[in-house]
């Protein structure tokens, strides 16, 4: 079954508006999650990695600014797209390593497809 | 910089044949890696890891490290149209994050 679940699985918002994406963790804790954003036809771009409890640590190139990001717990990871606009639209996945045999084999979430108008 | 590089494909492969995936990395100080496939809008699955030189088999599926050559390889056998995906090469260096390759688009052939 899913180890990572993403909520919402897609949205619609207006220019302008923030966009909350919520990673969790199931029956597993994480002080490290991974965000990703995926353009059409195109390969995953890591954007940040999330540390619970401290900052995040971002891509270069990646608006930390504009790309939220809080690991308030071992369980749940959030990415606030702020003031989203049309170039944001993207499919954001999220993912967590979960250590049973190497410590860095990496369970994805079901992806966030945002569209922005 | 550490890349990871697979053949973009298309590659295409007849039913019930061995599709046979590639993947080189320029680190070797790469010790984890892994087979990922996703479907045409759907997150990354995981399907495979492996950190010891040799073949590790599972099902249909056999991933093959070679760290002298710096190679990765997935084969599939008896391959069936839902292996038709892009499958994802991906390198860790220890510290949980991966680094990918940009992925094989592979179809089955019925």
């Known amino acids: 079954g899913a180890v990572v679940s993403q909520h919402p699985s897609w949205v619609i918002c207006k220019s302008g508006t923030s966009v909350k994406i919520e990673c969790r963790s199931l029956?597993?804790?994480?002080?490290?999650m991974f965000w990703y954003r995926q353009f059409p036809k195109q390969s995953l771009m890591l954007m940040a990695t999330?540390?619970?409890?401290?900052?995040?640590?971002?891509e270069q190139g990646v608006e930390k600014d504009k790309f939220l990001i809080n690991h308030a717990s071992l369980t749940l990871s959030t990415l606030t797209v702020t003031s989203a606009h049309p170039e944001d639209s993207s499919f954001y996945i999220c993912s967590a390593p979960r250590g049973e045999v190497t410590p860095d084999t990496q369970y994805f979430g079901p992806g966030t497809r945002l569209t922005v108008l | 910089q550490k890349e990871v590089e697979q053949n973009s494909g298309p590659l295409s492969v007849p039913e019930g044949a061995i599709a046979s995936l590639n993947c080189t990395y320029s680190?070797?100080?790469?010790?984890?890696f892994f087979w990922y496939r996703q479907y045409s809008g759907k997150s990354p699955e995981l399907i495979m890891f492996i950190y010891s030189n040799g073949d590790k088999e599972d099902g249909r599926f056999t991933a093959q490290l070679n760290k002298a050559s710096q190679y990765v390889s997935l084969l599939i056998r008896d391959s069936q149209p839902s292996d038709s995906a892009t499958y994802l090469c991906a390198a860790s260096f220890g510290n949980e994050k991966l680094t990918f390759g940009t992925g094989t688009r592979l179809t089955i052939i019925p």
């Open positions: 029956d597993f804790q994480a002080t490290t």
């Open positions: 680190d070797r100080g790469s010790q984890s």
């Open positions: 999330s540390n619970e409890g401290s900052k995040a640590t971002y």
